[in-house]
């Protein structure tokens, strides 16, 4: 754990950019992602 804390400290632009890419790409998951929870029920 603490190997990443050191990396993270030398290497800060790095991170920057892969929150960046996580958060983008959540916001994408959710735009792309089908919100149909309850489907359509027909009563005949």
């Known amino acids: 754990m603490n190997q990443i804390v050191i ?3 030398r290497k ?3 991170f920057v950019v892969l929150s960046i890419l996580i958060v983008l ?3 994408r998951a959710m735009r792309h992602t ?3 929870v309850f489907p ?3 009563t005949a």
Request: glycine share 6%.
């Open 7 to 9: 990396m993270a400290l």
């Open 12 to 14: 800060p632009y790095t």
């Open 25 to 27: 790409s959540g916001i």
């Open 34 to 36: 089908p919100t149909d």
């Open 40 to 42: 359509t029920i027909k």
